[in-house]
């Protein structure tokens, strides 16, 4: 796989991959700790979300202007890798449930985010642009492409196995403190200490159902006070004990950059090169020019994928919350002894593994394309991508005309949400055409930025990517409130719009983006 590629190119990747496993273990779990913590709905979860998503792409900015104007883009890679294992400590370092104080755990568990926030912005961006550069060798300059897959690959390697590991250390600490997992119990449980035995009938009879089921050993009588307590205080300390595992990886990551550092190149002393060879007066106003045309090129593919990203990272938010509430996981119980491999969280593992299975297959087929004479240009693949994306939704759309809405769920019973819920195969179709449509997208997005944008812009322009990608990530929020106010099938239906109007925005630049792009 790696043969006639750069020889940093594995070094990166492996680096990549251990920080993006860390990663991945929070935001597997992220939005429902957040809900199960402090008790909030689901709208005011995905305005923590959507601000914290949008600050890692969006200081991914700040970062690709620090690593330019210091000229140091390995120092600031590595100090981001330490600065994410401490944002994760901050989290990880258990507290009570229910909080003693609303407004300081959750300022404490915000501040851990934005560490790692801007841990992340110092680190992702200039990581790719050091990648980037690997291939502007012209022994290599025809695999950047590939070599940005192989690099997209890796990231995923370690976002499949993050999921299973948190859920494995929260159930397993559920089951150490005789408890079973259930999706449903944290927010009835919250619900309980709200509104106490004057909460809406169905939903007492179903916590007391819940409760009955959730002990692994079930005492002669609960007391639902008590339970409510103990199950909330047991169920947010496993989140926070798989924190703990991000912390790990992060360590594992910076091990393996400080090996490899040197096979890395530096875009500062390439800049530095080219400054003194010596170009002419014609070539430099030229270069002007070019350098314009570029600029403009790239921020008409950033405000592009705004719209991608709005629609993909639903994926950790309004998904996740789907598929806690509509998907039947009684059938997703693998029992390992010491803890269980049951939740809504598992689907965040389906993602990562297509990538891995698929990106083979998709470079595959773009190298027999390029063999024909027949490959797209990047910026067509990008197009495709977006109406892939579009039929992601519409097969979720399509699944979902039967269900009823979110605010009808409080006054079902037990065997009423049982007996609607659809299969987990739905999730696993949904994600694979997603994942076909980033495949399309998001590696060959980065692969388009390093190859269009002006040497001495690259940690910047890698920068903007991200921020674009802030922007969409701004908008996640948008999917909770369709979730928890309009009927489902609408809720999609929003996404399906979003995603195909960027593939005809696109379409009509393609010829203009190939043109400037050679």
């Known amino acids: 796989m790696f043969k006639n590629h750069p020889k940093g190119l594995l070094g990166a990747a492996l680096s ?5 496993f860390g990663f991945y273990i929070m935001m597997a779990i992220l939005t429902l700790f957040i809900s199960a913590k402090f008790g909030l709905s689901e709208t005011t979860t995905g305005y923590v979300y959507s601000a914290f998503y949008a600050s890692i792409y969006l200081l991914a900015l700040v970062g690709g202007l620090i ?10 890679i590595l100090i981001g890798l330490i600065m994410m294992a401490v944002g994760y400590l901050i989290i990880a370092i258990p507290t009570p449930t229910p909080v003693p104080s609303m407004s300081l755990y959750l300022a404490l568990t915000c501040f851990g985010l934005l560490v790692i926030a801007f841990g992340n912005g110092l680190f992702k961006g200039n990581l790719q642009a050091i990648v980037g550069q690997m ?19 890796f990231i ?60 692994i050993n079930a005492p002669a009588s609960i007391d639902l006070t008590t339970f409510v307590n103990n199950y909330l205080d047991v169920f947010n300390r496993g989140f926070q004990y798989a924190f703990m595992a991000a912390i790990v990886a992060m360590g594992i990551s910076l091990v393996i950059y400080l090996s490899n550092k040197s096979k890395f190149p530096d875009p500062a002393q390439k800049a530095s090169s080219k400054s003194g060879s010596g170009i002419s007066k014609e070539e430099i106003m030229m270069s002007a020019h070019e350098i314009k045309q570029r600029i403009y090129a790239l921020f008409a593919v950033f405000g592009v994928v705004i719209f991608f990203w709005l629609s993909f990272h639903q994926n950790g938010y309004s998904l996740t919350y789907f598929a806690r509430d509509y998907v039947n996981l009684d059938v997703i119980d693998i029992n390992l002894g010491f803890t269980r491999i049951k939740g809504a969280e598992i689907f965040q593992a389906v993602n990562p593994f297509f990538v891995v299975t698929l990106t083979p297959l998709i470079m595959w087929l773009f190298g027999s394309l390029k063999r024909r004479g027949k490959e797209p240009s990047t910026p067509m693949k990008i197009a495709i991508g977006m109406g892939i994306a579009s039929l992601a939704y519409i097969f979720l ?19 009423d949400i049982s007996a609607m819920q659809v299969t ?3 999730m696993v179709g949904l994600y694979f055409i997603l994942t076909v449509a980033e495949l399309f997208i998001s590696p060959l997005g980065i692969s388009f930025v390093s190859k269009v944008a002006p040497p001495h812009l690259q940690g910047l322009m890698q920068g903007f990517w991200l921020a674009a990608t802030a922007i969409g990530n701004s908008l996640l929020f948008i999917g909770g409130i369709l ?23 696109m379409l009509l630049m393609v010829k203009w983006l190939e043109r400037v792009a050679r």
């Open 67 to 76: 690593a330019d104007r210091t000229k140091r883009y390995k120092g600031t």
């Open 397 to 415: 759309m399509v699944f979902s005309l039967a269900l009823p809405a979110k605010e009808s769920l409080a006054s079902m019973t037990a065997g």
């Open 483 to 505: 979730y928890t106010t309009v009927p489902i099938w609408a809720c999609w239906l929003v996404f399906v719009g979003a995603t195909a109007a960027s593939m005809i925005v």
């Open 135 to 153: 291939y502007d060798n012209n022994e290599y300059s025809d695999r950047r492409d590939a070599g940005f897959q192989i690099f997209y690959m």
């Open 424 to 426: 987990p195969w739905v």
């Open 156 to 215: 995923n390697v370690g976002g499949f196995f993050a999921p299973w590991i948190a859920i494995g250390v929260r159930n397993w600490w559920l089951k150490v403190n005789n408890f079973d997992y259930n999706a449903g119990l944290p927010e009835l449980c919250h619900q309980y200490l709200k509104q106490g035995d004057s909460m809406p009938a169905e939903s007492l009879t179903r916590l007391t159902e819940y409760a009955n089921k959730a002990y």
């Open 16 to 20: 990549n991959m251990g920080e993006r």
